[in-house]
């Protein structure tokens, strides 16, 4: 595709209840992010993988939240026995790689959840 | 700990005026600092950059204006049109670590005709 894409874009979810969502990067792009953004407020970082390898995982609010990506491509970020607090849009940017500083991050268009 | 402090929360301009959005940060160890303009219901996107070697970069309407001493940074937008209306946010990545960004909270910029 052109572009990074997320699914799904909205999901429901009732308080206990595991979540996974996906992110499908730019094809080729080795640098893969999760970010999460509360609503009204700037993206957080969650965590980063260059290919399969998870690089930073320092943002990851608590255990319930692991991210995963098997073959550096595809991602996907599972959120275990989700609380209210975890409603925000869930934000997936990838980048062509660590050639240097400040490589343009591409963002998805997030993933909405909500927590009843 | 907010690491990029962002103002104002909101700005209203009429069309041909000039926005300016604020950014100040308190690590010396950033050392890229984007802007990003992000539309509701989509992703943020990159609109310009600038490293702190840097004390100005101008890109169309664009600019932003750093001052390394005081830890400030600013986007100008020039000729504001109803189109730019979107959120704005700062952000900054330290040197040597993983590029992560460091937002600030954002700025609502509504353009008015």
């Known amino acids: 595709g052109a572009g990074v894409s997320q699914s799904p874009r909205y999901k429901v979810a009732k308080r206990g209840q595991d979540v996974a969502l996906r992110c499908d990067p730019i094809?080729?792009?080795?640098?893969l992010f999760w970010y999460q953004q509360a609503l009204g407020q700037g993206p957080e970082f969650l965590t980063y993988?260059?290919?399969?390898?998870?690089?930073?995982k320092s943002g990851l609010p608590s255990d319930r939240f692991f991210a995963e990506r098997p073959e550096g491509s595809v991602s996907t970020l599972k959120i275990q026995r989700t609380q209210q607090e975890d409603s925000a849009v869930y934000l997936c940017?990838?980048?062509?790689?660590?050639?240097?500083?400040?490589?343009?991050?591409?963002f998805g268009p997030g993933t909405r959840l909500l927590v009843l | 700990q907010q690491q990029v402090k962002q103002s104002p929360q909101s700005l209203i301009v009429q069309k041909g005026g000039i926005s300016i959005i604020n950014c100040a940060y308190e690590?010396?160890?950033?050392?890229?600092f984007p802007w990003y303009q992000q539309f509701p219901g989509k992703g943020p996107a990159l609109l310009i950059a600038i490293r702190p070697d840097v004390s100005e970069k101008k890109e169309g309407r664009f600019t932003i204006s750093f001052n390394k001493s005081a830890k400030q940074f600013s986007l100008h937008i020039m000729d504001s049109q109803p189109g730019d209306s979107a959120t704005y946010f700062c952000a900054a990545v330290l040197q040597g670590g993983s590029e992560k960004l460091v937002f600030g909270k954002g700025t609502k910029l509504t353009v008015n005709p």
């Open positions: 993988f260059q290919n399969e390898a998870q690089l930073d």
């Open positions: 094809s080729g792009h080795v640098s």
């Open positions: 690590n010396t160890a950033f050392d890229y």
């Open positions: 940017a990838s980048s062509l790689g660590r050639a240097y500083i400040g490589e343009t991050q591409y």
